[in-house]
Nanobody, 124 residues
Framework: QLVESGGGLVQPGGSLKLSCAASGFTLGSIVIGWFRQAPGKDREGVSCINSRRSVAYYADSVKGRFTISRDNAKNTVYLQMNSLRPEDTAVYYC???????????????????WGEGTLVTVSS
């Protein structure tokens, strides 16, 4: 089970930190990450982490602004989002791929489990 939290309304330039509590998974054995879907657009990969390979992926649009991290003890993955822009407005989903060889997540293809999502709105 994946449960996201931390979404909300924030002004442009502001920050939010999303959390994904992952029960039933071992973070060190899976690929886990964040996707987003804006109204009228396809779901896109934002960031994901492969702990086994020590690899983190970021979409070009969020590089330098977003940071993915994990707390293995809490079985929780975070997405720190800084310098938020109106175009970051979307529902953000946490997802898991059981394939330990995955090193990127530009698309949602192959992700096995999904959370319900949390809405992030960037607006003045």
């Amino acid at each position: 089970q994946l449960v996201e939290s931390g979404g909300g309304l924030v002004q442009p330039g502001g920050s939010l930190k999303l959390s994904c509590a992952a029960s039933g998974f071992t973070l060190g054995s899976i690929v886990i990450g964040w996707f987003r879907q804006a109204p009228g657009k396809d779901r896109e990969g934002v960031s994901c982490i492969n702990s086994r390979r020590s690899v983190a992926y970021y979409a070009d649009s969020v590089k330098g602004r977003f940071t993915i991290s994990r707390d293995n003890a809490k079985n929780t993955v975070y997405l720190q989002m800084n310098s938020l822009r109106p175009e970051d407005t979307a529902v953000y989903y946490c997802a898991v791929d059981l394939n330990p060889n995955r090193v990127a997540c530009a698309t949602a293809d192959g992700m096995n489990y999904w959370g319900e999502g949390t809405l992030v709105t960037v607006s003045s």
